[in-house]
């Protein structure tokens, strides 16, 4: 059964700086999201993303944040300069439309992100 | 952002028993609704979902209902298994995309 993987499973990086997580959604999906929990919080949405662009994002997701679809395969979340409180589990997900029976959002398995 | 709530933070159930997973929401406008399973260190799995116009939707062991008039939602898992023990999230879909997420409700399915 297709799945959405990401990599890496886990992320340690120094606060200020530079990481990007990874995502390959279901091949035939048009919609990706990016969400994230924060530990013993809830899953929040961060951005969706669709035809290249943007189409809704949270107030977490600043300046810091940006997504990109680089190929036809992969879909990244990027962090600019990290803070502390960028330290969650960040998830991928995709899904094949808005609507119709087949807006069902898939997640993949995470990257844990830690930032010291 | 209380949009979606799970208030019993935990459940345990026996085995071959009902398990009936809670969640409210106050947002009137959302249209489609979703159950995911999570294990530790693990993605949300899809389970069962219902669109705002049905009020049931059953799958096998998993059955959600909604109602509407009362902003309630509601997974009956039967009968429970041990495999089963992991955490429930519902979540909730305004027009769009975004998911919004419940606070989880952990259940255990004992033996």
């Known amino acids: 059964e297709p799945e959405v993987t990401q990599t890496p499973s886990h992320q340690v990086t120094q606060m200020g700086q530079e990481v990007i997580l990874r995502c390959v959604p279901i091949?035939?999906?048009?919609?990706f999201y990016w969400y994230r929990q924060i530990l013993g919080q809830k899953v929040e949405f961060l951005v969706s993303f669709y035809n290249n662009e943007i189409s809704e994002k949270s107030e977490i997701f600043d300046d810091q944040f940006s997504v990109e679809r680089p190929d036809g395969s992969n879909f990244t979340l990027k962090i600019r300069s990290t803070k502390l409180e960028d330290s969650a589990m960040y998830f991928c997900?995709?899904?094949?439309?808005?609507?119709?029976?087949?807006?069902?959002?898939?997640f993949g398995p995470g990257t844990r992100l830690l930032v010291l | 952002d209380q949009q979606v709530k799970q208030n019993s933070p935990s459940l345990s159930v026996q085995e071959g028993r009902i398990s009936i997973l809670n969640c409210d929401y106050t947002?009137?406008?959302?249209?489609?609704f979703l159950w995911y399973k999570k294990y530790p260190a693990e993605g949300p799995t899809f389970l069962i979902s219902i669109s705002s116009i049905k009020d049931k939707n059953e799958d096998g062991r998993f059955t959600v209902f909604l109602n509407k008039s009362a902003k309630h939602l509601s997974l009956h898992i039967v009968p429970s298994q041990p495999g089963d023990s992991a955490v429930y999230f519902c979540?909730?879909?305004?027009?769009?995309?975004?998911?919004?997420f419940g606070q989880g409700t952990e259940l255990s399915v004992k033996p």
């Open positions: 091949s035939n999906h048009l919609y």
């Open positions: 979540a909730a879909r305004p027009l769009g995309g975004k998911l919004i």
């Open positions: 947002n009137s406008m959302f249209d489609y």
């Open positions: 997900a995709s899904s094949e439309f808005l609507a119709g029976g087949k807006e069902t959002q898939y």
